[in-house]
């Protein structure tokens, strides 16, 4: 029998109704809603069906140790006396931070493609932040008593008030910045063509597509009485269609857009064309001309994504004790799939009443649906480049870049020969990563190599050096990998890659629990004629050869014995399971990183109130915690010049009266991600760290990461130079406001504009011509260089002068102008004859030649954020050399930690090689020593050594001569 007109009208209301009991009594396939049935008043059940997820979130809240240690802390710091004048909340500052990325994809000196990668890098920035940081506030906003904010004093629930009403004017940007570069676009051959502007050949494409490739796996599902709403995948698109039943009203029909079709799907092009169209646009035409629903037609449809929790505590419901880690980690990955809701995206239209539906089965609240013109996903973005067309493609990217060597290593020459010889400071994604990877790849086929120790936190899909390690591990050498399989969504590469070394016959070991292991540390053991010798390679990002080409950051290869030692240390107590061991060199997370830092602030201030000048400079990703940022603030009060550069999230505010006047915060958003972590102290950088962590409690206090100290000289030289070349960035850069928003930095009518990136680029380029002998003094300079000052080219093409890499250089011509009818064998010979006549010092040898060739000692060249020529009495030269009475003369002093205020520092005495000519002394003597002993070999062998430590000594000293230093 036919229903009634008004059964048919209230058809659709059944259904909700359906669905609404289903829930209330439990049934699977319906998602809990958080707030919106904390505004019906069911929050006794909500708390129950919440149980497992708060409980997690208890048990890590409430870790023993070092948690204990961070509450009592806490305690001694009461709520109400904490000022919150001068500090932010971290979700409204990392909302302004994707914000400043989004400004680049309106900046039109960028170039248009480059433009919509920045706008997928702005969505997909967002869509972690919504898994990961609302996932989380809402799961805190469900606790009994909630936290609040200790920078902003507000609750989760006023967190997430404050960030939904700041993010439609955010949207709206993303929007507009979208559609402007698309039209761009389409006047340069690419062009996406959406549902109502296919034409007839078009149509005939996308028809044929539908037919054999999409619908033969498309599984449509009609939401009814009979058939529950299902479970929507984490970020995974469908299509949904109202669809017009007949007599049974309007019901809401759904398909899944296959995850594994290609997004995009190529229409019919003219020449220097390419015209395109999305595969979920492809299914929103085909299901508007077939019969997929059967007799039910769509009249309406809208693609919808939905983003769920992501922040699950791998540790939170523990591991069971029979339980492989691996299989445990998987176990979550599974269960992130099905977690909580935050989110849902509609592009397109169903109607009021089948939104309404899907909004209330996903139990989320009116402000967590966004309503989008543009495509949800735009991961599809990154490859269209390849189907630029070919005569536009140099106006629409930016110009390619290649890591290129560094002036530090000869490639023709063993890697390890190299380090043992001298401190390697690598640079990405400015200088190759090849270096570190030749270095693995050689000690796994060394004999003398015994065993290769390392960290690994996110490691490239197809890794060279999971690869070496395996091959070493095959070859009998000991290999230990710690592998951190909770490296968030590097899960499942991670699981497979230790899979994989663990078969290999790798020892891989896993982190502790309730601590990532975030350090990056490699150490190899070699056991040679000269006993047991190391070197450790140390990291501010990850070894992965992918993100080393996009991410810039800091790698330090060093046989430094005391580096060595804690190294050494480090791992075994990684392998026991103790996080609170003590180290000479490193400040290792969670115990000994922050105050490290502490003490270097300290130190400043002490120097500051007794009439000294005090300076830090910070370099990181993000700066959150509390105890950091209030021991700035006082460092500022007292009187010392702090400057940071913080890429992402900052919640210390600037120039607040009375707290933090006189502070100087950056950022740099360029084309390649800013990753590295920097801690310099003292007027002149005398100490200077670097390391895996960012001033943020999650690092420094619930992660295991490791801060470590640059000793060689020239080494801390490229440090300080390169950070003050990041602080004269007038293009990239930006300057935090007393407001927490990024301006621009003022730049006057006459000043060169500098963006720092480029000139790094373009320095890469310049060293490496130069070490291929394509290049010398007369080579003309590149447009970035030859804007710069000259003095800081000057400066900058110099760094690596004393470090000849793949060439032998002419060193009468390149190095300095010799005297008439000088020599260097016989230069050589009179500092032997002063060192077998009796020399007390190598210095006294030195002098043998000449007190005008001695070499200058005293600081590196200090960069303008300590650029005070006056140094301070009370800082030893870390080059100066003990006398004859006293220690080696070829040992000097550096500060490897700090330790207390000014004048109570311990210098540790680190073995550095002698000069030039001095190296050259000794080896003419061992010359002789090796040819009695071992033959011609051995000698030839030994002078082709001493030959190439004696150039490269000489053209340092030049360089520092020409300087006048």
Request: neutral net charge; aromatic residues 6%; hydrophobic residues 35%.
């Amino acid at each position: 029998m036919a229903k009634s007109p008004k059964k048919k009208k209230n058809n659709l209301k059944k259904t909700r109704e359906a669905h609404k009991k289903r829930k209330d009594t439990g049934q699977k396939g319906q998602a809990p809603d958080k707030r919106a049935q904390k505004d019906k008043a069911h929050g006794g059940k909500k708390a129950k069906r919440d149980a497992a997820a708060l409980k997690a979130y208890a048990k890590s809240a409430s870790r023993k140790g070092h948690e204990e240690s961070r509450r009592a802390r806490a305690k001694e710091a009461p709520h109400q006396l904490r000022d919150y004048s001068y500090t932010q909340n971290r979700e409204v500052s990392w909302l302004r931070f994707d914000d400043r990325v989004l400004t680049e994809a309106l900046t039109p000196e960028v170039p248009l493609f480059e433009r919509l990668k920045f706008c997928a890098i702005f969505q997909s920035n967002l869509d972690e932040w919504f898994m990961i940081r609302v996932g989380g506030l809402s799961t805190m906003e469900g606790l009994k008593n909630p936290p609040r904010d200790n920078k902003s004093d507000l609750t989760p629930a006023q967190q997430l008030d404050a960030l939904f009403s700041l993010l439609p004017d955010l949207l709206g940007r993303q929007e507009e910045a979208f559609g402007a570069i698309e039209r761009q676009l389409e006047r340069f051959g690419l062009e996406r063509v959406g549902v109502g502007d296919f034409d007839d050949r078009d149509n005939v494409a996308v028809g044929r597509h539908f037919d054999r490739v999409l619908l033969p796996v498309l599984s449509p599902l009609v939401v009814d009485p009979r058939h529950p709403f299902p479970n929507l995948r984490n970020g995974q698109l469908y299509v949904m269609c109202a669809l017009d039943a007949g007599e049974e009203g309007e019901l809401l029909g759904m398909v899944e857009v296959p995850p594994n079709a290609p997004r995009v799907v190529a229409l019919p092009s003219g020449p220097d064309r390419y015209r395109y169209a999305l595969v979920e646009d492809v299914i929103v035409q085909g299901l508007a001309h077939s019969d997929v629903f059967g007799s039910m037609v769509p009249t309406k449809c809208a693609v919808v994504r939905v983003t769920r929790n992501a922040d699950i505590d791998p540790d939170g419901e523990g591991v069971e004790e029979e339980e492989d880690y691996r299989q445990h980690m998987k176990k979550i990955l599974r269960r992130r799939l099905r977690l909580d809701p935050v989110r849902v995206e509609f592009q397109g239209s169903l109607g009021e009443e089948l939104e309404e539906l899907v909004r209330e089965e996903l139990g989320l609240s009116r402000e967590r649906v966004s309503r989008l013109d543009i495509p949800l996903d735009l991961s599809y973005v990154y490859g269209l480049e390849s189907k630029l067309p070919a005569r536009h493609r140099q106006a629409l990217l930016f110009e390619p870049f290649e890591p290129q060597g560094s002036p530090m290593v000869d490639a023709s020459v063993p890697v390890r020969d190299q380090v043992m010889d001298h401190d390697v400071l690598l640079y990405f994604p400015y200088e190759s990563m090849n270096p570190f990877l030749d270095l693995v790849r050689q000690a796994a086929t060394d004999d003398e190599c015994i065993s290769i120790r390392i960290t690994l936190y996110r490691v490239a899909t197809r890794s060279r050096l999971c690869e070496s390690l395996i091959t070493a591990a095959e070859n009998g050498k000991d290999v230990t990998v710690l592998m951190e399989l909770r490296a968030r969504f590097d899960e499942k590469n991670n699981i497979e890659w230790a899979e994989r070394l663990s078969q290999a016959g790798c020892t891989v070991i896993y982190g502790s629990e309730g601590y990532k292991c975030h350090s990056k540390i490699c150490q190899i053991t070699y056991h040679g004629t000269d006993g047991i010798r190391r070197i450790t390679c140390l990291g501010t990002g990850n070894f992965n050869e992918k993100t080393a080409r996009l991410y810039s950051d800091f790698l330090l290869l060093t046989a430094d014995k005391g580096i060595g030692e804690d190294g050494n240390a480090f791992f075994r107590n990684l392998t026991l399971g103790n996080l609170h061991g003590t180290y000479r060199h490193l400040g290792v997370a969670p115990s000994g990183l922050k105050p490290l830092i502490m003490r270097g602030l300290d130190r400043e201030i002490g120097r500051a109130r007794s009439g000294a000048r005090g300076r830090v400079f910070m370099k990181m990703n993000s700066f959150t915690d509390r105890d950091v940022i209030d021991k700035v603030a006082e460092a500022v009060q007292a009187g010392v010049s702090v400057t940071l550069v913080v890429r992402g999230i900052c919640c210390i505010l600037p120039g607040i009266a009375e707290r933090t006047e006189g502070l100087e915060i950056r950022q740099i958003v360029g084309r390649l991600l800013e990753h590295s972590r920097v801690y310099a102290f003292g007027e002149h950088a005398d100490t200077l760290y670097l390391s895996s962590a960012d001033m943020m409690t999650r690092n420094t206090e619930r992660r295991v990461e490791i801060c470590f100290p640059v000793l060689d000289p020239t080494c801390r030289e490229l440090v300080v130079e390169y950070m003050d070349l990041q602080l004269s960035d007038n293009v990239k850069a930006r300057r935090l406001t007393t407001s927490g928003t990024w301006s621009p930095i003022p730049v006057e009518a006459d000043d060169p504009l500098v963006n720092s990136q480029e000139v790094l680029i373009a320095l890469a380029y310049h060293h490496a011509m130069v070490n291929r002998g394509h290049a010398d003094r007369g080579t003309p300079l590149s447009p970035e260089l030859a804007s710069l000052p000259p003095d800081v080219t000057r400066r900058l093409i110099a760094l690596y002068a004393g470090y000849p890499a793949t060439r032998v250089p002419n060193v009468a011509a390149d190095v300095r102008p010799m005297a008439v009818g000088a020599d260097p064998v016989v230069e050589d010979e009179v500092l032997a004859r002063a060192v077998t006549a009796g020399a007390a010092t190598l210095a006294e040898a030195d002098k043998a030649v000449g007190e005008n060739d001695a070499p200058a000692s005293g600081l590196p060249h200090e960069p303008d954020f300590a650029a005070d020529p006056d140094k301070s009495a009370a800082e030893p030269s870390p080059q100066k050399k003990e006398g004859a009475g006293g220690k080696d003369a070829d040992e000097v002093k550096a500060e490897p930690t700090v330790e207390g205020s000014a004048g109570s520092e311990a210098p540790t005495t680190i073995v550095r090689r002698p000069p030039g000519r001095v190296a050259a002394a000794l080896s003419l003597i061992g010359l002789g020593l090796r040819t009695l002993v071992m033959g011609p070999e051995a000698a030839q062998a030994a002078q082709a050594k001493a030959d190439r430590k004696n150039e490269r000594e000489q053209r340092r000293r030049e360089r520092r001569r020409r300087e006048g230093r």
